[in-house]
């Protein structure tokens, strides 16, 4: 059996012989029944642009105020970093790193990486640190919280209204659409992309191309669902 054929389970480490899924099918554990992965369309122009307008997006998001506060004549205006800088000039200096990590830091770095490698493998081409990127975009994708700071800022607003005319910002509304444009990106596994890969002819690939994650265990064959 080819090695290049083979999956592990990511939760009881059972090895499986790999067939190719199509449509939205998946395949799923015989021993435990966590899914190993899932088939994808290989059109990748939908997630690709998606990525890049929400990259757009964040940038847009980062740049304008998210509130505009008016109370006795004095206006004041409020982003994401002001909050971080406020935070830490209050001695919480933890909070803010929390903060610019859940919200600004991994987020941004799961949105260029996947735009990294799926610009690559869009032009039949596996890039430079094709494996190590992977890993890293699926070990900070469980930590970006845009969805909780959006949160914590409408609560804000519901309070603050009567205290201050309270202006909405274009970052206010750029996080919102960004929050709805990550659900459908954390939607796509980019673990569908060693797949892809494996079908980019060796001449495209660097000196050692992607490998597999190690594998443990042995099973002949996966479970297909609809």
């Not at 205006?77 to 001695?91: E, I, K, P, Y």
């Not at 001449?203 to 669902?225: D, E």
Request: proline content about 5%.
């Amino acid at each position: 059996m080819n090695d290049e054929n083979l999956i592990a389970c990511h939760e009881c480490d059972a090895l499986f012989s790999k067939p190719r899924l199509s449509g939205k099918s998946c395949a799923r554990c015989l021993r435990c029944g966590a899914i190993l992965y899932r088939g994808m369309s290989r059109r990748l122009d939908g997630i690709c642009a998606l990525t890049l307008a929400s990259l757009f997006t964040f940038v847009i998001a980062l740049g304008s105020p998210i509130l505009e506060l008016e109370t006795g004549g004095i206006t004041s205006r409020t982003s994401l970093f002001g909050a971080l800088v406020a935070l830490w000039n209050q001695d919480m200096q933890l909070v803010a790193a929390m903060v610019f990590c859940s919200t600004v830091l991994f987020p941004l770095t799961e949105l260029a990486a996947l735009l990294y490698v799926l610009v690559a493998i869009r032009q039949r081409y596996v890039p430079p640190g094709f494996n190590r990127v992977l890993r890293a975009i699926q070990f900070v994708r469980p930590w970006g919280m845009i969805e909780v700071f959006m949160l914590g800022v409408l609560v804000t607003i519901g309070k603050m209204v009567s205290l201050a005319r309270v202006i909405p910002g274009a970052a206010l509304f750029a996080f919102g659409a960004l929050t709805l444009m990550l659900v459908l990106v954390v939607m796509f596994d980019p673990r569908t992309l060693w797949d892809l890969a494996d079908e980019i002819p060796n001449a495209s690939r660097g000196a050692k191309g992607p490998q597999a994650p190690p594998l443990a265990g042995k099973r002949r064959a996966v479970r297909r669902t609809a």
